[in-house]
């Protein structure tokens, strides 16, 4: 953490947390491993790369870009309209993490990002997996 015990700053301010986005936003748009969740996203990245910047400067503390423009970010009602599964889950958790590990952030960092993503990420499933019911 930085000296004022903000994510946001140890991640770079608004700077970081844009680098991070577009790591995130362009290993997605090109690799195949990510071809679910792409396909869930428009042709034209620009608005998603904006709401997950603003949503993650006032997650980290900094900001609150998002809640200024739309109100409580509401997540999982803003993604139900979507079919968000394990396979879906895993695929953004994948992408996320090879964008952590791009930016060069410290182990224990994005360890402990890691582990809120995931729990964000599990939460956001809305399509029950086969043989769950």
């Known amino acids: 953490m ?11 301010g608004e700077p ?26 428009p042709p034209d990245l620009a608005g998603s790369r904006d709401k997950l910047y ?6 980290t503390g900094g900001p609150q870009h998002f809640q200024q423009r739309f109100g409580h970010p509401r997540l999982k009602a803003r993604h139900f309209p979507f079919s968000i599964g394990v396979a879906e889950r895993d695929q953004w958790l994948h992408c996320m993490a090879g964008a ?26 809305n399509r029950p997996e086969p043989g769950s019911e």
Do not use: K, N
């Open 100 to 125: 952590l590990r791009q930016r060069q952030l410290d182990g224990e960092l994005a360890a402990v990002l890691m582990q809120h993503f995931a729990g964000t990420a599990d939460w956001m499933r």
């Open 54 to 59: 603003w949503f993650l400067c006032g997650w």
């Open 16 to 41: 970081g947390i844009r680098a991070l986005v577009d790591a995130f936003y362009d290993r997605m748009d090109v690799e195949p491993a990510y071809a679910l969740i792409r396909a869930l996203h």
């Open 2 to 12: 930085s000296e004022d015990g903000s994510l946001f700053q140890t991640l770079g």
